[in-house]
């Protein structure tokens, strides 16, 4: 039996439609070191409620799946070093372990739309991996498989960005640029690539959501917001680290669900805390894009 738990606040926003915006919890257990992990997750809460919608945790609590994290759970979380990595495959797992988890897009979009909320908020969804087009992150067959918007910065930028929107397509997944005609490459504005669609506002993108929805598609709809200009790294900055934190990975044979983080945390290190502030930067903005959007619903 599944142990699901939506939070009192949470399903009442929901009963009453209104705008509720999904946020990961991978991203405090796995994303960044206490105290940042908590400091960003308030932050990014606090641009949610400003815009005037609800932000809603979505993590594992002691084997359970639960929608809506307290504060002291996310803090809990935070310092919480036996906590796991949670996707989609580990999700029936969950009531065996027992144990606290954080959940991934993948898991994350997953079960905001089985609790009904349609708006998910992260920073840079996953992909095909450089130099491993075989690994492939569970968060694509989910956008594929899973009507819901998720708002983002493009695909993390140590990813095959155009083998990964070339899975999109192939999927029937819509990418929508935020007042942009390029796909945001993370911690760059601009990578060269281009999406399916321009949109101006969070009118429009609620228009492609209503239409999918009339057509009963099966796909979400993604919503790439470029970084704030202020905290970018172009990407002739950006690709000689990621080059160099891949070549330490396939050296030291780090793969699987390991790999993510670990080149992140060379990138940060490796950049000098540059990537840091450019992944926070983003993870605020896009939480404040998806409130506007969640309005519109």
Not at 38 to 58: H, K, N, Q, S
Not at 157 to 184: H, N
């Amino acid at each position: 039996m599944v142990n699901f738990h939506v939070s009192p606040a949470v399903q009442q926003a929901i009963d009453a439609g209104q705008p509720v915006v999904a946020l990961e919890s991978a991203l405090i257990t796995h994303g960044f070191a206490y105290p940042a992990n908590v400091d960003i997750t308030r932050r990014m809460a606090a641009a949610i409620d400003g815009e005037g919608a609800l932000p809603c945790v979505i993590g594992l609590w002691r084997g359970a799946i639960t929608i809506g994290l307290s504060d002291a759970q996310v803090e809990a979380l935070a310092t919480d070093t036996t906590a796991i990595k949670v996707s989609v495959r580990d999700l029936s797992l969950a009531g065996v372990r027992g144990v606290h988890g954080g959940t991934t897009v993948a898991a994350t979009a997953l079960l905001a739309h089985r609790a009904g909320i349609r708006v998910f908020a992260t920073g840079g969804i996953g992909g095909v991996h450089r130099g491993h087009p075989e690994d492939i992150s569970a968060d694509l067959p989910v956008l594929a498989s899973t009507p819901l918007v998720v708002v983002c910065a493009g695909a993390k930028s140590i990813l095959d960005l155009p083998r990964t929107l070339e899975y999109l397509e192939t999927w029937g997944v819509p990418v929508l640029g935020w007042q942009t005609d390029e796909f945001p490459a993370f911690y760059s504005r601009v990578s060269g690539l281009k999406v399916d669609q321009r949109v101006a506002d969070a009118a429009q993108v609620a228009e492609v959501f209503h239409a999918q929805r009339a057509l009963a598609l099966p796909q979400g709809v993604l919503v790439t917001v470029p970084v704030p200009a202020a905290d970018e790294i172009p990407a002739a900055d950006v690709e000689p680290l990621i080059a160099q934190a891949v070549a330490e990975a396939d050296a030291q044979g780090v793969t699987g669900k390991a790999i993510t983080p670990f080149l992140l945390a060379r990138m940060v290190a490796l950049s000098e805390t540059r990537t840091k502030r450019a992944n926070e930067s983003l993870l605020i903005n896009n939480a404040r894009v998806a409130a506007q959007i969640a309005r519109c619903f």
